[in-house]
């Protein structure tokens, strides 16, 4: 796969990165917990085999992410049979869909920002209940997933794209996804919906007959009439998990699994259903994944190389004060700044946390 970059923007990028990597080796090691600390020697590395890579091409960076994300996966005890996949899907849905922007080193780049954010918090809050017994290990899970399934969700355009391209008709085929898809998938479907509206996976009290009827309801029509990406991927990742994986009888106990295993799926299947309200306090892998997915901007090419209208990451800060409270400073266009404000419209601190972004001109965009 080869995409040429615009060497001004590369440079973009790679500050964006730069600052990323001095913000994750800052971490006190000592403080990490078990999944952080097995990560934190990988993402070294891959920043040390960035930091090699002289040219304009991103398919060393793709080779990179990719193994950096085998590793992680592999120190983790999971695997993933679909992620090469959407790998290999990049280039062809960049000469197909217009202005396609990539979504695998995007996924990686969305692991690293909330890499900083989760385990500082966890410094700032040794204490704070991330509704997950390994909620670095969910993180990694929800963050490299996310899109897992975006290639499915524009399968139908691809086609009728491609095949206009070939024969100079659209055919409109269309497939019926919920008529092909294991009943498995509708059955976690409910778990998830369970998950959102009561978070406490083996705390005593938890029902999988607890169902928000509203998300499943939003989850049911966003699957079968979009194909959402985000609902697919969380049934995708879960199936592998529970069912391929053996995670489900393996635990034993399915109420383990599910806080295991569950918050990365939930917030997953969230993240692109604009219409769900998400308070960090009960589903905080949520937010920090809807949060981070909407500030990893920088870098991301499309097929006439990467946008300069990005969002470039010019500081992120996780302090204290006396709310634990981050703190974001970037680069972007008037159009994208208000984009970032729409989108992350859905999200909601409560007395928890603290959210600012500000741009490089010392001028609020967020405030929560």
């Known amino acids: 796969m080869s995409m040429v970059f615009d060497m001004a923007q590369t440079d973009v990028w790679r500050s964006s990165d730069q600052l990323l990597k001095r913000k994750i080796e800052s971490l006190d090691k000592q403080t990490l917990d078990l999944h952080a600390a097995k990560y934190f020697p990988i993402i070294i590395r891959y920043f040390k085999k960035l930091s090699s890579q002289t040219d304009a091409d991103s398919s060393v960076k793709y080779l990179h992410v990719s193994r950096s994300i085998d590793r992680l996966l592999k120190v983790s005890g999971k695997e993933s049979s679909y992620l090469p996949v959407m790998k290999e899907f990049e ?3 960049k000469e197909v869909l217009p202005k396609y922007r990539d979504h695998f080193i995007h996924s990686f780049n969305v692991f690293l920002l909330g890499y900083y954010i989760l385990n500082r918090l966890k410094l700032i809050k040794s204490n704070y209940d ?30 009728n794209n491609l095949l206009e391209k070939f024969l100079g008709i659209s055919p409109g085929l269309s497939t019926n996804i919920a008529q092909i898809l294991p009943m498995t998938y509708f059955d976690f479907m409910r778990a998830i919906s369970c998950w959102h509206k009561q978070p406490l996976g083996d705390v005593p009290g938890f029902s999988l007959n607890s169902v928000d009827l509203a998300l499943l309801n939003e989850m049911n029509i966003s699957l079968t009439q979009r194909r959402d990406h985000g609902v697919l991927g969380s049934l ?19 109420g383990n699994f599910l806080y295991t295993h569950i918050p990365a799926c939930h917030a997953i299947s969230i993240h692109h259903l604009s219409s769900v309200r998400i308070e960090f306090g009960k589903h905080p892998l949520a937010f920090l994944l809807v949060l981070c997915d909407e500030l990893q901007d920088w870098g991301r090419p499309t097929k006439h190389g990467v946008s300069k209208q990005s969002i470039e990451l010019k500081d992120i800060q996780v302090t204290d004060s006396p709310t634990p409270t981050i703190g974001v400073i970037i680069s972007a266009p008037r159009r994208k700044e208000q984009g970032l404000v729409k989108a992350l419209g859905r999200l909601h601190t409560g007395d928890s946390i603290r959210l600012t972004i500000s ?3 010392g001028k609020a965009i967020l405030s929560m």
């Open 91 to 93: 280039g062809m849905l």
């Open 130 to 159: 991330f509704r997950s017994n390994y909620p670095n290990l969910c993180w990694m899970l929800a963050a490299t997933h996310h899109d897992s399934a975006y290639v499915i969700e524009k399968m139908e355009f691809w086609q």
């Open 236 to 254: 995708m990742l879960l199936h592998s998990l529970a069912i391929k994986q053996g995670f489900l009888s393996r635990e034993g106990v399915y």
């Open 359 to 361: 741009n490089d001109r």
